[in-house]
């Protein structure tokens, strides 16, 4: 996958589908689009309302604009088609996170604002999945299943105007977060920008570019619905695993 982004030819694809044995959606079962990303760059709460919102809660209040960006596991990446799959910590809240995914095409270093947007290959829905804490961010963020991406990537062409992408999450059929990419603080150029000034970035690399308000608990049960527009949606559902019980989550989580 990594090397079908970096050689990305929209012809020679297009060739092969209009040629090659085709399979109904609904036949296949997909799986998360980059599983094996160099890396998985995330900004913290990117929209003006969220960081309000986090002033009255347990949350942290980091602010992306001046705090820059954290990393996600790689291995907390799953897909359309897989549940996000609880720990087995008791006391603790796990948060949803409805954000846009950013797939960077072309790599480099040190990419300047103007040029930001020609690095992007495409975009997914991506949820980032917490475990609301003091403990190290990293850590709560990257339990297996924390970061759903996905259906799959839409191409950077389909998207008329990056800075203005509506993203809607829901939960059991109820309205928990509504954005649009046009009132993020750290644009989506910035944070290409930002994330090359440190890091070059390489096909494939995913950014998570931040939650809107509306963060909530999410239980064993629950269905998650995230949907972008233009982009795509995903239906996850939520169950409680066997795993990830440690004595670092026994204390209280404020
Ligand atoms: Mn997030």
């Not at 799959?152 to 954005?179: C, K, M, V």
């Not at 096909?203 to 999410?218: E, L, N, R």
Request: with cysteine; aromatic share 6%.
């Amino acid at each position: 996958m990594l090397r079908f982004i970096a050689n990305f030819d929209r012809a020679t694809v297009e060739a092969r589908i209009a040629s090659g044995p085709c399979r109904p959606l609904a036949e296949v079962r997909l799986d998360t689009p980059v599983a094996w990303p160099n890396k998985v760059i995330a900004y913290p709460a990117n929209y003006h309302a969220h960081i309000e919102e986090m002033k009255d809660g347990l949350v942290s209040t980091f602010k992306t604009g001046g705090q820059g960006f954290f990393l996600k596991a790689n291995s907390s990446l799953s897909g359309p088609a897989d549940p996000i799959v609880l720990p087995a910590v008791v006391g603790r809240e796990v948060h949803h996170e409805c954000e846009l995914a950013i797939v960077i095409g072309k790599g480099g270093r040190d990419i300047g604002r103007a040029d930001a947007l020609d690095h992007i290959f495409g975009y997914a829905c991506l949820v980032d999945v917490v475990i609301r804490g003091r403990e190290e961010r990293v850590m709560r963020k990257s339990f297996d299943s924390f970061c759903p991406v996905g259906p799959w990537i839409t191409t950077a062409d389909e998207i008329a105007d990056p800075a203005n992408i509506a993203l809607e999450l829901h939960i059991n059929g109820a309205l928990r977060q509504s954005a649009n990419t046009r009132d993020l603080i750290v644009d989506i150029p910035e944070m290409i920008a930002m994330a090359s000034s440190v890091m070059t970035l390489f096909p494939g690399d995913i950014i998570a570019t931040g939650t809107p308000a509306g963060v909530a608990p999410i239980t064993d049960g629950d269905v998650l619905d995230i949907a972008i527009a233009g982009v795509g949606a995903m239906r996850l559902a939520i169950v409680r695993g066997t795993a990830g019980a440690h004595p670092v989550w026994d204390k209280p989580a404020s």
